[in-house]
């Protein structure tokens, strides 16, 4: 079974400038994740597809950060503009489940950001 | 919200010794713990999963625990290995709206030959 696929694997932009990600989850997978993760912590989920519908961005910084998910299969995370804070790792992860949480969430291999 | 404590940040052990890693949770109605590794470029892969139904899972090596009165919740990796050298993350589940893992900071395990 193929794991999940993420593009680009790095990325190095100027502040200001705008970024898009790529992720292509588990086929099936119904639920779908965008995680940050900034050096030396955790994940921190940002937004979370049940198929091609929003359940959670709540933690998504609407005003420069966008992601779709048009289809229920691929998505797309971008950044615009991009400020240094964002610099991180983006994680795109997806589970079978439709209720999101309970089934094990499998995670690519991520976008490592840098912002200067 | 949900807040995921991980201790320690760093742990060195020597091979063939056992490595605890602890994390304690806010939230009383998280049902769902797993715990997952990274290794140096990759993403998170899940070791080993615990539900608020049992107590204890065992999975070879990789044990986890988990005490719903306290709100804490332990790895334990016995007869450690190189290959065990990765950072370790703990989540939980809260259940509130929708459904999602809040993780723990991390922990840094070397396995020292």
């Known amino acids: 079974e193929a794991g999940v696929a993420q593009s680009p694997r790095y990325k190095i932009i100027e502040k200001r400038q705008s970024v898009a990600f790529w992720c292509n989850p588990i086929?099936?997978?119904?639920?779908l994740y965008w995680y940050q993760q900034i050096l030396g912590q955790g994940p921190k989920l940002l937004i979370q597809?049940?198929?091609?519908?929003?359940?959670?961005d709540s933690q998504l910084p609407k005003d420069r950060f966008s992601a779709e998910r048009l289809k229920g299969v691929d998505s797309t995370l971008k950044i615009q503009p991009a400020k240094l804070e964002d610099s991180a790792v983006y994680l795109c992860?997806?589970?079978?489940?439709?209720?999101?949480?309970?089934?094990?969430?499998?995670f690519g291999p991520g976008t490592r950001l840098t912002v200067t | 919200g949900e807040n995921v404590e991980q201790h320690p940040s760093t742990l060195s052990v020597q091979e063939g010794d056992s490595a605890v890693i602890k994390c304690t949770y806010s939230?009383?109605?998280?049902?769902?713990f797993p715990w997952y590794k990274q290794e140096l470029g990759k993403g998170p892969q899940l070791i080993i999963d615990i539900r608020s139904n049992v107590g204890e899972k065992k999975d070879q090596r990789i044990a986890v625990t988990l005490n719903k009165t306290a709100k804490h919740f332990s790895l334990h990796i016995t007869e450690t290995q190189p290959e065990d050298s990765a950072v370790y993350f703990c989540a939980a589940r809260i259940i509130q709206g929708a459904q999602k893992l809040v993780f723990g900071q991390g922990t840094r395990l070397t396995i020292n030959p």
């Open positions: 086929s099936g997978h119904a639920t």
């Open positions: 992860a997806s589970s079978p489940s439709l209720a999101g949480g309970q089934n094990e969430q499998y």
């Open positions: 939230d009383s109605a998280s049902n769902y």
């Open positions: 597809f049940q198929n091609n519908g929003v359940v959670d």
